[in-house]
């Protein structure tokens, strides 16, 4: 009725796709949901969050008509999953033989559709339904060897049927599952108990709705303290519960309690194993699983570290920031190895975030890790290229005495390289810093025209990014003053260039401001650049801008 009324009416047409969903007809619906994006635009948030849920409710639906058709065809190890389902739902089984039953449904089960099958057929419902399995997930510890094995298989098992299948994963998410869990990762069980419990809670943090159901409950502190204490445990238990505290952290409503816990526990973690990485020798290089430890620890603060009152305790944590720089300077002639790629990424990663502190941390340290970045810059890596791009954005911006540190030691011409290449990211980031670096050094025009970076430079002003125009018309305009460079720009369109930029409504004042400054200068500098600006009839309209921009 209401789509009658107003064909345009953005609910009536949600509530049309909803409807259209619930009976099964999901590419009617998906259309239904487009319809709102094209009707109004600010609405494709909401639009994609739609058509993401049903294209899932869809391949779950695919998938189950699937599983239909293999059971009615009789098809061999569909079957012998189902038999296996309803022989661990109903009978009582002793843990020898419970052990091998669960081995060979989880050999059974190698296919995405088998996963479903277990689900469809009541493969969760054992947990509940089994009587030797009920008893032994309500133990508080294992009395011996077959206890444990046993719970380990019920735990691989349901870790191998959950892994990339959320709608499985989702079975798991209850009081009762949440109690096992709790209970099983402590320091009651064994090794090998915790390790299998921490991996199916780490395919459950996965989830968005699995974190809210891990830290949401009132017992997480009990999960965290337990996965905490795994990180000083044997290389494969730190490596998982690292995984599953990552994971944790991207919770929006984790507790202050919790980020300072995790915080300080990882924090000291990371300082330690970043000065023994440190401190061995030079080629020597640590094992896979330690470079991984570490990478989702960094990862971990990474993500804490979005919380601004975290960010602002580390950021001053000089220890970190030097071992940081020690450890950038070890490992950055190893970037071929893939794992020493990831640490770095990780790295830079978290002083991105710390850097947007002002005044982070003491200068010497700075230029360290200033002058590391722009070693990396010349790296085989686009994605550390571009970190490292923006790191020095970052600090290049809240501190003038690094931009004098780059232009005495002409670190400047490793960002004209980049804006020569085609790392667009990079590109982005760096062009701040070429123009920070001009605002203090006009010389710098000789090693913009030595370095064959004029062109590169000159492109910068038809970027679709405001910023990056405002910082290339600022660059030109601080370099305008040297003869040289605005007779090589003579032949060019800059001016032209730049009245379009100066005149465009489109940008922002300081970057319209900027494009008449450097016109000015220009025309200043020499007289050919006034005289096209004559011939544009832009002396009236840069007199206009520039009372503009200035009021």
Known sequence: MAQKIDPKCLKAIIHQGRALQNLQRFDEAIKSFQRVQSIDKKQTKLVEGYVKEAKRLQEIHEKEKQTVLLES???????????????????????????????????????????????TNGGFRMLAENPAIKRLLKKDKCHSDTESKVLVRILNLLSKVCLETEENTKELLQPSIFSYLSNFISSNFTLDVRIATSC???????????????????????????????????????????????????F??????????????????????????SSMDKGQLPSASVLLLVSQSITTVTNLARDPSVRTVLAVDSELWKFSARLIASYENHLGDENIEKLMFSLLGLLMNLSMVEKCTELEICQEINDACCRLLSCNS?????????????????????????????NY?????????????????????IALCSSLEPAMANDVIQNKALNSLLKMLISDNDTVVGNSALTIGNLATDKNFSEKLASTNVVQDLLRIATN???????????????????????????????????EILHQVLKETQA
């Open 413 to 433: 011409i490793n960002f004209l390289n980049i804006i020569k290449g085609q790392n667009e990211p990079a590109k982005r980031l760096l062009m701040k810093c």
């Open 505 to 539: 409504d489109d940008y922002k004042h300081a970057v319209k401001h900027n494009a008449a400054i450097a016109i000015g200068k220009l025309a200043t500098s020499d007289p050919r650049h006034l005289e096209r600006l004559r011939d544009l009839h832009g002396l």
């Open 382 to 410: 686009s994605t550390i290229v571009e970190r490292s791009a923006g790191l020095l954005n970052h600090l290049l911006t809240s501190c003038s005495d690094l931009v004098q540190h780059n232009i005495t030691q002409k």
């Open 252 to 277: 929006s409503g984790l507790s202050e309690e919790s980020s300072k816990k995790i915080c300080t526990k990882f924090v000291t973690f990371i300082k330690t194993i970043m000065e023994v990485f």
């Open 73 to 119: 065809s009789g098809d061999v190890t569909t079957m012998k999953i189902k038999e296996i389902i309803s022989k661990l739902r109903k009978e009582e089984i002793s843990y020898a033989c419970l052990s091998d039953i669960l081995d060979e449904l989880k050999n059974l089960i190698d296919k995405d559709i088998h996963k479903t099958i277990f689900r």
């Open 200 to 250: 199916l809670v780490q395919i459950i943090s996965q989830l968005e709705e699995g974190r809210n159901f891990l830290l949401q409950n009132g017992e997480n502190e009990c999960i965290l303290h337990e996965l905490l204490s795994l990180l000083t445990s044997n290389d494969e238990a730190a490596t998982i519960a690292a995984g599953v505290i990552t994971n944790l952290a991207l």
